[in-house]
């Protein structure tokens, strides 16, 4: 059974920074994708970034590229998500996902994703 926790939202003002954390259990991150995604009341759940099952590859969504930075501990078996130079349309509940075996170019879409973490609020202030 895999379970993905994450961690590290909270209140931040406008160009302030927050670091989250997701962890697993169950099952090690090798081999697979981790996602970054989020959701705002009375919107559809978006794409932020992904980690790609070799390690070596990033990616981002428009809206964040140069602000997020997703990066991995392989020995804390957990991915992070750095972002800096927060606003205030960031705020959200932020997810992390996994997809099994998976390092396809199909990394932005939920449907790929097999297992969710619980979400965070993450909360910009002006």
């Known amino acids: 059974q895999v379970q993905l926790v994450e961690s590290g939202g909270g209140l931040v003002q406008a160009g302030g920074s927050l670091r989250l954390s997701c962890a697993a259990s169950?099952?090690?991150?090798?081999?697979?994708?981790v996602g970054w995604f989020r959701q705002s009341p009375g919107k559809e759940r978006e794409f932020v970034a992904a980690l790609s099952w070799s390690w070596d590859t990033t990616y981002y969504a428009d809206s964040v590229k140069g602000r997020f930075t997703t990066s991995r501990d392989n020995a804390k078996n957990a991915v992070y998500l750095q972002m800096n130079s927060l606003k205030p349309e960031d705020t959200a509940v932020y997810y992390c996902?996994?997809?099994?075996?998976?390092?396809?170019?199909?990394?932005?879409?939920?449907?790929?994703?097999?297992?969710w973490g619980q979400g965070t609020q993450v909360t910009v202030s002006s």
């Open positions: 996902a996994l997809a099994l075996s998976y390092s396809g170019t199909y990394y932005y879409s939920t449907s790929t994703y097999n297992h």
């Open positions: 169950g099952r090690t991150f090798s081999a697979a994708t």
